[in-house]
């Protein structure tokens, strides 16, 4: 059997997204493994969870409202690159290699969200 989320382009890139994540931060600093590197993974695993408990909801109000969640955590994601990369955690090249993921996944989510909305009407 397989769950609605499933199916979601969206679900499955963010997916990818959180490997990509989860990859690059086990370089970050001992001493950041509790800081910068720990928050960087809830936010990535908030966007695919949130998608899927969107999914899984009844009204598509509440579908729309896991929506906004999962984009606003991956635009946390994406500030905690860029802040990273300020902090010397990661090089420029190691962000510009995720950001084709971040930005797929953003074009997804926001599709997904307008289809929402328009399902709402």
Known sequence: MEFGFERLEAWKKSRILVKAIYKLVRNFPTDE???LSAQLRRAVISISSNI????GRISTKE???FCNIAYGSLMEVTCQLILAEDL???TS???ESIRPIIEETER???GYHNFLKEQNK
């Open 93 to 95: 090249n190691d962000n």
């Open 33 to 35: 493994k509790s800081c």
């Open 88 to 90: 010397g955690f990661i």
């Open 52 to 55: 899927a408990e969107g999914a």
């Open 63 to 65: 579908k729309i409202h």
């Open 108 to 110: 997804l989510i926001r």
